[in-house]
């Protein structure tokens, strides 16, 4: 009987043992985010913002800390993703199409935490200024034959046009072109450049108002007693052109002062037309050349003509 109870008690012992052992070797679990409530939730601090405007388009960096694996940056209500590296850098691209303007930028962790606001301004795209369409007009182009089109991108509202350093009117026709119109200027190589805001500035392209005659053709025109005339069509003539008939000069004297000098003579009808009234020695055709020279020693093609 006493044999029976001691080796029950040594049973319920090593039991006992066996218990507290297999306590000793569980491990010991604490929920950490319970035991400290402010775990993952460190602060977004941003500490530089480069730029702090840009353009469309732009890359801007945010350094700072707590900014986590990923994040989004907010420009107002405009949610833009964000490049995040060692949880200190953020890049991101300005949208092409966001408006200009003063914008709250901050950032955002997919846990919901939410930086500070700063501002941000946007500045107007700048334009491109691609081609002038066309881009040369003759010096006595009327109407319609000024009208050039500037062809580029990012025009709006706020563009202007400048033509050699000076606003013009123009007009908006899209986002890639504008229409103008030259202003009356002398002939030479002008400056052509569209702007947002004053210093946000297209490179400029040169348009060219040309100068140099051309003769478009040479008919008989009236036939008199002692003399006929012969109709000069072209372009860029003026007042003092002079035409030159196998090396001999006539006119470009300007108004009537060749008439008491010389036997035939160029009369200035405009800047397209000049008539030559030539007296001929003899009703027989002959072959010679005309070319028109304007002030300057701009000269035109040299054209072959059959008349008395």
Not at 22 to 33: C, G, M, R, Y
Not at 236 to 251: P, T
Not at 284 to 305: D, L, M, T
């Amino acid at each position: 009987m006493l044999l029976t109870s001691l080796r029950a008690v040594i049973l319920v012992f090593s039991f006992c043992l066996t218990c507290e052992a297999s306590i000793v070797e569980q491990p010991v679990l604490v929920n950490t985010a319970a035991a400290n409530p402010l775990f993952g939730a460190v602060p977004i601090t941003v500490l530089s913002i480069i730029p702090t405007q840009a353009e469309p388009g732009t890359k801007v960096l945010l350094t700072g800390t707590g900014f986590g694996e990923n994040a989004t940056v907010f420009l107002g209500s405009v949610e833009i993703p964000a490049r995040v590296t060692g949880t200190k850098q953020a890049e991101f691209t300005i949208p092409p199409q966001l408006e200009a303007g003063l914008y709250a930028l901050y950032l955002k962790r997919t846990d919901g935490t939410v930086g500070r606001s700063y501002n941000f301004m946007v500045l107007p795209a700048r334009p491109v200024l691609s081609s002038l369409q066309p881009s040369w007009i003759s010096s006595c182009a009327t109407g319609k034959e000024r009208e050039v089109i500037a062809r580029g991108e990012n025009f709006g509202n706020t563009s202007m046009l400048f033509f050699n350093g000076a606003v013009i009117s123009s007009t908006l026709l899209s986002s890639s072109s504008i229409s103008f119109t030259v202003p009356a200027v002398s002939g030479g190589l002008y400056h052509v450049q569209v702007k947002n805001a004053l210093d946000n500035s297209s490179i400029p392209l040169t348009l060219v108002v040309e100068t140099k005659p051309e003769i478009g053709q040479i008919t008989v025109g009236n036939d008199y007693v002692n003399y006929y005339e012969l109709i000069i069509t072209g372009r860029n003539f003026n007042q003092n052109s002079s035409i030159y008939v196998d090396g001999v000069k006539i006119g470009g004297g300007g108004g009537d002062a060749q008439d008491m000098t010389e036997r035939d003579k160029l009369i200035f009808v405009d800047c397209t037309k000049l008539v030559y009234q030539r007296h001929p020695f003899s009703p027989v055709n002959k072959n010679f050349r005309i070319q028109v020279i304007n002030p300057g020693e701009e000269g035109s093609q040299v054209i072959a003509v059959t008349a008395p």
